[in-house]
């Protein structure tokens, strides 16, 4: 029927790019059950171990017996329940906003906030290590789409003096998500206020884990958190926080124009209530839990020292996201297949997600593991460093 579609996927196969799901039995944690086997598992954005925590599915089941379980109807139309409309009041105050909107995915909150705010006679200046979702966005809101070197924020500021664009966005992971790495969020601030530019930041990776309480990476200096009114802040709630959504912190005007003019927004229904109610217990817990983050803090420290022997790097990273440089694609790929062998789960990342020649191992770390896993995948990893 479709001779040209079989024929890709053919050479796809042939490259060794074919990807392929393996079907997951046990709930997410550090240890899963897949395709039948038990695994120790760093693949998970779980970051704080909340995801099968037993609050949060009370509230869930909660929330269900309140709500139902589906909301049935967009926001604007009638599915924006009291759960949604709490949680949102509680994120804006976490995050020290005025005011938070919930979207149903991270993907569509940047699909969102991007086509909303930027069209045709805008411009987009975008960190080339951005996630997929950011990219996506911009090409869709058919403003002029610029990209600067990762963190080169003199080029970025020839960018922005050279345009003349009638709005400028400047876009940027957080924490960037293959690299592990924190954007120099003071220093690009600084850049965009000079340039009368907004600033989206996509904390996926920063909110629940970074900053004071897990508020996220504009508190991470230790004085006073990073604010102005030209952030827009967005983060995802089915990372550190463990349920599933994301949502938007910005000044009012923002919010307002989203809730008008955001497709993403507008054109689905709401999320189900019942993840609303569970993300307001989730959201305490992330609060609370300082020994969480403790704990977390701890495992990067003991695999960046347990790794420091290997003849493969670990990326400068002091975030959950600590990737092994590896550099061939095949290569990356039989020793996450190795550990595999052994049990243990880490998956290889390859071009196009990530440079020409820079395959790595995603190693992510959750505050669920034990210092014993942590130091069962470093063994693991020396054996097979020694027989390679
Ligand atoms: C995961 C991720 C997203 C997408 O969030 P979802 O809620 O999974 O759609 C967006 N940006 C970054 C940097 C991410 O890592």
């Not at 990209?147 to 400028?168: F, G, M, T, V, W």
């Not at 960037?176 to 969020?185: L, Y």
């Not at 049990?343 to 990342?349: H, M, R, S, T």
């Not at 190693?363 to 942590?374: C, G």
Request: charged content about 20%; aromatic content about 6%.
């Amino acid at each position: 029927m479709f001779p040209d579609l079989s024929e890709q996927l053919r050479q796809r196969e042939q490259q060794g790019l074919l990807r392929q799901r393996k079907i997951l039995e046990s709930p997410q944690s550090t240890h899963v059950t897949m395709d039948g086997r038990d695994y120790l598992a760093f693949c998970s954005n779980d970051y704080l171990g909340l995801a099968n925590h037993l609050d949060l599915i009370e509230s869930a089941s909660k929330g269900a017996r309140r709500y139902g379980v589906g909301a049935s109807a967009s926001h604007l139309i009638n599915g924006h329940s009291s759960a949604h409309h709490v949680l949102e009041e509680a994120l804006a105050e976490f995050t020290g906003f005025p005011r938070a909107l919930l979207f149903s995915t991270g993907y569509m909150a940047n699909i969102g906030v991007v086509t909303a705010l930027v069209g045709r006679e805008d411009a987009i200046f975008a960190d080339k290590l951005n996630h997929a979702s950011l990219n996506d966005a911009a090409l869709l809101s058919r403003a002029e789409f610029i990209r600067y070197p990762h963190d080169d924020l003199a080029r970025l500021e020839q960018q922005l003096s050279s345009s003349n664009a009638r709005r400028k966005l400047v876009i940027s992971d957080a924490v960037f998500s293959m690299e592990g790495d924190i954007a120099p969020i003071s220093e690009l601030l600084a850049v965009c206020e000079k340039h009368q530019a907004m600033l989206l930041l996509d904390d996926a990776h920063g909110f629940g884990v970074l900053g004071r309480q897990g508020r996220g990476s504009l508190f991470l200096p230790d004085c006073t958190p990073i604010h102005s009114p030209n952030i827009i802040y967005m983060a995802t709630l089915g990372k550190a926080a463990g349920v599933f959504g994301a949502f938007v912190a910005a000044q009012a005007e923002v919010i307002e124009t989203l809730i008008q003019s955001a497709r993403s927004y507008i054109y689905t229904t709401a999320t189900p209530p019942l993840l609303a109610q569970a993300l307001i217990t989730s959201l305490k817990l992330i609060q609370q839990d300082e020994w969480r983050r403790d704990a977390l803090t701890q495992n990067i420290v003991r695999l960046r020292e347990a790794l420091q022997s290997l003849p493969w790097k670990l990326l400068p990273s002091s975030t959950p996201i600590q990737p092994l440089l590896i550099g061939e694609s095949a290569v990356a790929v039989c020793i996450s297949q190795r550990l595999r062998e052994r049990g243990i789960l880490v998956p290889a990342i390859r071009p196009p997600t990530v440079p020409p020649n820079t395959a790595r191992l995603r190693i992510s770390l959750s505050a669920a593991h034990q210092p014993h896993d942590v130091l069962c995948l470093a063994e693991a990893l020396q054996e097979i460093a020694l027989q390679a």
